[in-house]
């Protein structure tokens, strides 16, 4: 059988690979032994899987695949942040980064080669958008990390803040979502997930619907849609109102905040005026906000504001009842903080380069 006729084992939710084995003879239950091995022990190869028959082995090897991203390069900050470059089996490459000593560990995962939303204090806008990544390729990473750093069997935290907007791939993220939250596979809860989005608000309105809602973090940077639109340009399609407003509307548990992440731009969006602003925006909202000062870099035309003026900000939002913390910058030193990520020297199909024309890039 032909490589492309194969399914492909790691783009198959639980009841589609039951259903592809019950098409070819197979009992259903045995979808469940078998993402037990590829998610829980990390087997891949169906002649270790060692509690199917010899004939469904058989039949796995010979009817379906099973694609994994290759680590191709790892580094390791000082302060003890890991960055890994993958391979795609198409050749293109992504960047994942483990996250140690949080309150949980954790994964930041890609969810697009690139990003077409072009935020001007970002270095993965700047590729543009080279192309989606498929549920696969987004659960791959987790599988590829839990694997090099001897993590199966831990709980951890993931958080799609990685390479691009995941509401700008959202049937591929959603259904990755699944995989992971499948009980006989990594069995990851929707309260350890956190889904980031700069605000397409079509697809945020139908997050709202889903059965399984991850936590939600707001990019929002700005306080004032004059601002917002300099930085981060789909503003200039979903404004501040519309985006706040569909938050107000956000179904969210007894407990639950929706997070306002805030990066802070020195002399851009650090005043006492603008923490005021958005202290007034968020009145009323479950909401939590997480300052990121600006991780600077080659190629950002901004800079950090001053220890000073990061906590004259912060104590505002206090002083207005807001919730607030200022996240402290891992991985600098191997460019895998927030806004760091980058992969020079993709190529973009004339297709790919309208679908990031089309978010204003």
């Given amino acids: 059988m032909s490589t492309a006729a194969r399914p492909d084992l790691a783009e198959l939710e639980r009841q589609t690979l039951e259903e592809a084995l019950a098409s070819r003879g197979h009992q259903r239950f045995h979808a469940r032994q078998i993402f037990r091995w590829i998610y829980r022990h990390g087997v891949t ?31 390791r900050s000082v302060d003890g942040t890991e960055k890994f470059l993958l391979r795609l089996a198409d050749g293109q490459r992504i960047e994942s980064v483990f996250i140690p000593d949080t309150p949980g560990m954790t994964f930041c995962i890609s969810t697009q080669v690139g990003c077409a939303m072009a935020c001007a204090f970002c270095l993965t806008g700047k590729m543009g958008l080279v192309r989606n990544l498929t549920a696969g390729e987004i659960v791959g990473q987790v599988r590829v990390l839990a694997d090099a750093l001897e993590m199966r069997g831990t709980r951890f935290n993931i958080v799609l803040m990685g390479m691009g907007e995941p509401l700008h791939n959202y049937d591929e993220t959603m259904k990755a979502l699944r995989i992971l939250n499948d ?26 619907h889903e059965a399984l809602m991850p936590n939600l973090a707001i990019s929002l940077h700005a306080p004032t849609d004059a601002q917002r639109g300099e930085l981060v340009p789909l503003n200039k399609k979903y404004g501040i109102a519309d985006i706040i407003e569909a938050c107000r509307r956000f179904p969210l548990k007894r407990r639950s905040r929706i997070t306002f992440e805030y990066v802070l731009l020195a002399g851009v969006n650090d005043s006492p005026d603008d923490a005021r602003r958005l202290a007034k925006l968020l009145a009323g909202v479950k909401s939590k906000v997480n300052l990121i000062p600006l991780n600077a870099a080659p190629g950002i035309p901004f800079e950090r504001p001053s220890d000073e003026a990061i906590d004259r ?17 891992r991985g600098r030193d191997i460019r895998a903080a927030c806004g760091q990520l980058i992969v020079e020297g993709q190529k973009r199909s004339p297709a790919q380069q309208l679908a990031t024309l089309a978010f204003g890039n």
Avoid at 53 to 68: G, K, N, Q, Y
Avoid at 184 to 208: D, K, N, W, Y
């Fill in 313 to 329: 900000f912060a104590q505002i939002l206090a002083d207005h009842h807001l919730t607030v913390s200022v996240r402290k910058s």
């Fill in 183 to 208: 009980e006989h596979g990594f069995a990851v809860s929707p309260r350890r997930i956190t889904l980031s989005t700069v605000g397409l608000l079509p697809a945020l309105e139908r997050l709202a």
């Fill in 45 to 75: 190869a169906p002649d270790a899987m060692t509690d199917l028959s010899r004939e469904l082995r058989a039949t796995l090897a010979e009817a379906f695949t099973i694609s994994t991203p290759a680590i191709v390069e790892r580094e």
